[in-house]
């Protein structure tokens, strides 16, 4: 595609329940990133895949997040027991990794609302 | 990348003006750094990049400056216009383990005033 795309754009959910976002990098970025932004404040770093090897959880705030890369492409954020605290803006970026350094490409993100 | 969750600092500035955003990089390692520019509503865009082997680049309107010594980044927007009212995010590659480790700055919110 000619961007990042993510799915759901918008979610309302209830205290409790499970939610699973979505994400569609550029096609032949190999590097796909998961951030949350709460309101008025910077990128938190979440999860970090890059081609085959171990993708980076350290930023993972909790055992209720987790995160899957199927086939080196779409990415799924899952959020188990959601939390009101979990209520963000949910960012997903991927790059084509160089030598030189990467820019990474940003979606339009998934306002997640926990009610 | 990593980045605190902290608010965000503010920047007013009144249209016509020049615009300076600054931010201080962790890394002195880091090799390559890059501006973004995050619209209220949308994900961060590129707005312009810059090598450890270089101290200044200019774009359209933007200049970005580097300092390595004192591991110092700035933007430079000249004749600020309502449209570049967003927070502006800078970000320093280094490669860790063989792979381009990305750590973002916390941002500053651009107003500009009318």
Redesign the interface.
């Known amino acids: 595609g000619a961007g ?1 795309s993510q799915s759901p754009s918008n979610k309302v959910t209830e205290k409790g329940k499970d939610v699973e976002l979505r994400c569609d990098p550029i096609s032949g970025h190999t ?1 796909l ?1 998961w ?2 932004q ?1 309101l ?6 979440l999860i ?1 895949f ?1 081609g085959n ?1 171990a993708p980076d959880k ?2 993972l705030p909790s055992d209720r997040f987790s995160a899957e890369r199927t086939g080196g492409s779409v990415s799924t954020l899952t959020i188990q027991r959601t939390q009101q605290e979990d209520s963000a803006v949910y ?1 997903c ?1 991927s ?1 084509l ?1 160089t ?11 998934t306002r997640l609302l926990v009610l | ?8 600092p503010t920047l007013s500035v009144q249209e016509g003006d020049n615009s300076i955003i600054n931010c201080a990089y962790s890394n002195s390692a880091s ?2 750094f ?1 501006w ?1 520019k995050q619209e209220s ?6 707005i312009i ?1 810059i ?1 450890s082997n270089m101290d200044k680049r200019q774009g359209q309107r933007v200049t970005v400056l580097l300092n390595k010594t004192v591991k110092h980044l700035s933007l430079q927007i000249a004749a600020t216009q309502p449209g570049d009212s967003a927070v502006y ?1 800078c ?1 320093e ?1 280094n ?1 860790v383990g063989g ?2 480790k ?1 750590t ?4 500053t ?1 651009l107003q500009v005033i009318p």
């Open positions: 990042v590097a990133y951030y949350r709460s008025g404040q910077g990128l938190e770093f970090y890059q090897s350290s930023g960012l970026a790059s990794v030598l030189g350094g990467e820019t990474q490409y940003f979606g339009p993100g | 990348g990593e980045s605190v969750g902290l608010h965000l090799d390559y890059i973004y509503g949308k994900g961060p865009q590129f990049d090598r995010f970000a590659n490669g792979y381009q990305v973002f700055g916390i941002g919110k």
